[in-house]
């Protein structure tokens, strides 16, 4: 993991040759970030996942197993670092009980208070989840609450959904069963395809709101009742039915990230 640090570092000839288009790239890059980050915050942590797959290991846990609310299994081995990429990767095959595999994996570190990006692209088909998300792990602080935070559970081609969830207040449904409360709000692009083009999505936290982005643009701003605790940062690939076909056209597809970065308050 790369801390303040340029990804896939160019030297030598190459910065005359490639100068223009390396600056072109920064400032587009840059101005997706938005105004009241620049101003007030730092950034202090990020990965561009521009080293060998076994890397990965270093900075992040993976799932290794079956997965009860949606239709796969989870598995280390479908996440990958190539090329300066991480590719969480779908794939038909039965195992652990469930027929799809894909993958999930979150970072050692915690977090709290700051901004959050991510930039990726979606799996090419319905029926993905393709998320950037913050979720307590363990007993929160005494007084605490459970939560979790999906700066954008991804839906192919077009769907941005923001949620957000008290783990630890649950309500009891018609049938019975008790479940979380949130509070979701989707967003739909026309012209837009997410799986073809990367896009920035991020999310402000602090102790009084949360305010979510996409390409540095605001879409969301939603007032803090109960996210007070720290968390790891979690990217996830699923295969869901609430959400489109489930097809053979999902096997091969995988969600694209190419950095993740984390800022805090100066």
């Known amino acids: 993991m790369m801390i303040m640090q340029n990804r896939k570092s160019i030297n030598g000839p190459l910065i005359l040759l490639l100068g223009t288009m390396l600056f072109l790239t920064t400032v587009s890059v840059s101005a997706q970030v938005p105004r009241v980050v620049k101003k007030k915050y730092k950034l202090v942590w990020e990965d561009y ?13 993976a799932q290794n197993g079956p997965s009860g609310h949606i239709l796969c299994s989870r598995w280390r081995e479908n996440a990958e670092v190539r090329d300066g990429v991480l590719y969480l990767k779908n794939k038909k095959e ?15 570190r915690k977090f709290k208070y700051g901004y959050f990006e991510c930039r990726y692209k979606y799996a090419a088909a319905e029926a993905t989840n393709n998320s950037f998300w913050l979720m307590t792990k363990g007993a929160p602080p005494a007084g605490g609450k459970r939560f979790e935070l999906d700066i954008n559970e991804g839906h192919y081609p077009n769907m941005v959904n923001t949620n957000i969830h008290n783990h630890t207040d649950l309500v009891l449904t018609e049938s ?5 409360t949130r509070n979701p709000e989707a967003f739909t692009f026309e012209n837009i395809d997410f799986s073809k083009e990367y ?3 991020g999310m402000l936290w602090d102790e009084e709101e949360l305010v979510f982005y996409m390409d540095g643009k605001e879409l969301r701003r939603v007032a803090n009742e109960f996210s007070f605790s720290e968390a790891p940062i979690f990217l996830s690939l699923a295969i869901i039915e609430w959400h489109g076909t489930v097809a053979d056209a999902i096997d091969g597809t995988s969600m694209k990230v190419d950095w993740v970065r984390y800022y805090q308050k100066k």
């Open 176 to 180: 019975g069963k008790k479940i979380s």
């Open 49 to 61: 996942f521009d080293y060998p797959d076994a890397q990965l290991d270093e900075n992040w846990e």
């Open 94 to 108: 039965n195992r652990a009980g469930q027929e799809w595999t894909s993958a999930s994996i979150w970072t050692k």
């Open 199 to 201: 896009h920035t999505f």
